[in-house]
């Protein structure tokens, strides 16, 4: 089967239901339930000191304070709510990239497993860590059809040499914890659990290392015998009450932050969101965060190249536009994801004394309540008008 379209996505998480959203729409989403904290806990466990964190903004910004907390399917769900149901293509995966000249212009040719060909004439990568799209920017056409198999532009993500556990803990009668985030740290180790309602935790262990078994009650068993054996009994009762379905664990990647600010993230009219672009050890809880980001200032990129070209792709001026997208969010990206590493550097210090004072002292002190503060950003508005309200002759609907 062969298709033509103006825009393919690829990936369904985040960045590329938000991605279709902001270019359909060019507006909002409902109003999801999203539960503020505006305190949190920082337990010493080897010391046994707690730390009372007010978190904040840099100018004590009113409704903005606090640390945001959604539950990832309610947020992918009233995404998806947003577009037409032919829009997504479920289980089609993304296999080869190609490029050729059409009419003048160059469009992007992608063959799926299944062995659907869908012509494009623009590309967003949203397909995550692993992301072909964004491998596919460092390869050098060389004729005839044929890609120079080596990466030229866009370093692979790199092992962090740290893991994570996550998952949501359910208590059918009632958590009984305030709305406040709590995190417990020990040497090597970072756990924490933050309410998403009153019967629902996220909880996460972050560590030094990449071992651990496969099956999540084994997870489990590791987390509560050796990992976290000594941690205070809230955390550990909230790890007993996880719903394994929701447990996974991960060998952290990251893109270096050089690779991000020198790399190649576009070509022509293809280029990368999320963490197909960006992928950050979760110590700053912004991945998603940064994707949202991400769409938001694609879409007012590519939303006003379609709008001043009276509603039509024009591909010399959309790939300006992605051009532009890129030096936008090149250097934040790269930001968010150094300040990411260094923050889990801190957090997952050992035992010396000093990396204790940098961790407490100064960590903990003065930045970590700030944190909602130091990575705001304003990304703009999305244009009024987007590919959802016109047809292709430039027309409103
Ligand atoms: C331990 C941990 C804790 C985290 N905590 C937080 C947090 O507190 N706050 C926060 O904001 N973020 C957090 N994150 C990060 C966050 O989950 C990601 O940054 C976010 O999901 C990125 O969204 P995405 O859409 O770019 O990628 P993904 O969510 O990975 O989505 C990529 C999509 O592309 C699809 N795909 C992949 N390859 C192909 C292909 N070849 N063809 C077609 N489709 C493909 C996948 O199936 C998937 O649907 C955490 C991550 C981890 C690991």
């Known amino acids: ?86 829009s997504i293509q479920f289980s089609s995966k993304l296999a080869v990239i190609e490029s050729e000249e059409q009419g003048g212009a160059s469009i992007v040719v992608i063959h799926l497993e299944d062995g659907t060909t869908i012509k494009s004439t623009v590309l967003i990568g949203c397909d995550g860590v692993n992301s072909v799209v964004a491998r596919w920017l460092g390869l050098v056409k060389i004729g005839g059809g044929a890609y120079l198999g080596i990466l030229t532009g866009l370093a692979e993500p790199v092992h962090s040499g740290r893991s994570a556990v996550r998952g949501l803990a359910v208590f059918s009668q009632g958590h009984g914890f305030k709305q406040e985030v709590h995190q417990f740290v020990d040497a090597g180790k970072r756990a924490g659990f933050v309410p998403l309602n009153d019967r629902e935790l996220y909880w996460f262990l972050t560590y030094n290392g990449d071992n651990m078994p496969g099956d999540p009650e084994q997870i489990q068993k590791q987390v509560l015998e050796k990992y976290a054996e000594k941690f205070p009994s809230s955390y550990l009762d909230v790890v007993r009450h996880a719903d394994l379905s929701t447990l996974t664990w991960a060998s ?41 980001e991400d769409t938001v200032v694609l879409g007012r990129h590519i939303g006003n190249s379609f709008i001043n070209n009276g509603g039509l792709i024009v591909p010399g001026d959309m790939a300006k536009a992605i051009d532009d997208y890129v030096k936008e969010r090149r250097w934040r990206a790269a930001f968010l994801v150094t300040g990411s590493y260094l923050a889990g550097w801190v957090q997952l210090g050992g035992d010396k004394w000093w990396v204790k004072f940098l961790r407490d002292g100064i960590f903990y002190k003065y930045l970590f309540g700030r944190i909602s503060g130091l990575v705001h950003k304003d990304c703009g508005k999305l244009p009024a008008m987007s590919f959802g309200d016109m047809d292709h002759s430039g027309k409103k609907d």
């Open 1 to 86: 089967m062969e298709m033509m379209e103006d825009v393919v996505i690829v990936g369904a998480g985040i960045a590329g239901l938000a991605t279709a959203v902001a270019l359909k729409r060019g507006c909002g989403v409902r109003e999801i339930r999203r539960a503020k904290s505006h305190r949190g806990y920082v337990t010493n466990v080897s010391a046994g000191d707690v730390q009372q964190v007010h978190f904040r903004m840099a100018n004590n910004g009113g409704d903005g304070q606090g640390i945001r907390t959604v539950h990832r399917k309610v947020l992918l769900e009233a995404l998806a709510e947003e577009l037409p149901v032919d």
């Open 252 to 292: 952290l990647k990251f893109r270096q932050p050089w690779g991000i600010i020198f790399g190649k993230l576009s070509k022509g009219n293809v280029t990368v969101a999320g963490d197909a672009m960006h992928p950050m050890t979760p110590d700053l809880g912004q991945g998603g965060g940064s994707s949202l």
